[in-house]
């Protein structure tokens, strides 16, 4: 039996439709986990995350649940003592780089200095700007956001990162990115 799905932002009907329907394929193919859904969901909300109620929650048979976050927030307290880093302007661009962060992003720190935040993501993904553009509005609301994401080496192989960003954590206009890999 497929999980229930109780999604966030709950008001978001094309997202709740689109992670609906993931699921009905999933669940057809007998591919349904959270991590296969999560994976899906990304292919157009890239920070979104799934996560299955844990059994204690559950009561007596009742089915279980996912919860689904179209730009989840599970970003680390921790996230200031991250060795890469970055300080954006408001128009997402990279005013400082940490040397960790252009080793994450397998580019010379330099060379990310005055590009916008997008010009280093997936380049084969045709609505990542539209999705980091739609973030960033969620983000400024918020006053921080942060989750997890996929980010492929630049030779293709997969790995998973985890950032938090923070509005203003270096003055006014200054935001702060904190990025770190996800061991598996």
């Keep these: 039996m497929a999980p229930g799905l109780r999604l966030f932002p709950n008001d978001d009907q094309?997202?709740?439709?689109?992670?609906?329907?993931?699921?009905?394929?999933?669940?057809a193919a007998r591919a349904a986990t959270a991590p296969a859904l999560q994976a899906a969901l990304r292919t157009r909300y890239p920070a979104a995350v799934v996560a299955a109620q844990e059994e204690l929650a559950r009561h007596g048979d009742t089915p279980l649940v996912w919860y689904v976050?179209?730009?989840g927030s599970i970003g680390s307290s921790r996230a200031?003592?991250?060795?890469?880093w970055a300080i954006l302007d408001d128009e997402r661009h990279f005013l400082e780089v940490s040397p960790a962060l252009a080793g994450i992003a397998e580019v010379a720190a330099d060379d990310m200095l005055g590009h916008p935040l997008e010009d280093f993501t997936n380049p084969a993904d045709p609505s990542i700007r539209d999705d980091i553009a739609n973030l960033w509005v969620d983000f400024l609301?918020?006053?921080?956001?942060?989750?997890s994401i996929r980010f492929n080496f630049a030779d293709g192989r997969?790995?998973?990162?985890?950032?938090?960003?923070?509005?203003?954590?270096?003055?006014?206009?200054?935001?702060r990115l904190s990025v770190r890999e996800l061991r598996r």
Excluded: K, T
């Design 69 to 71: 976050y179209r730009a």
């Design 141 to 147: 609301q918020r006053g921080s956001i942060g989750s």
């Design 80 to 84: 200031h003592e991250w060795e890469a």
């Design 14 to 27: 094309d997202f709740a439709a689109f992670a609906r329907a993931l699921l009905a394929g999933l669940d």
């Design 158 to 175: 997969h790995r998973e990162l985890e950032y938090n960003l923070e509005v203003a954590a270096d003055g006014a206009g200054r935001h």
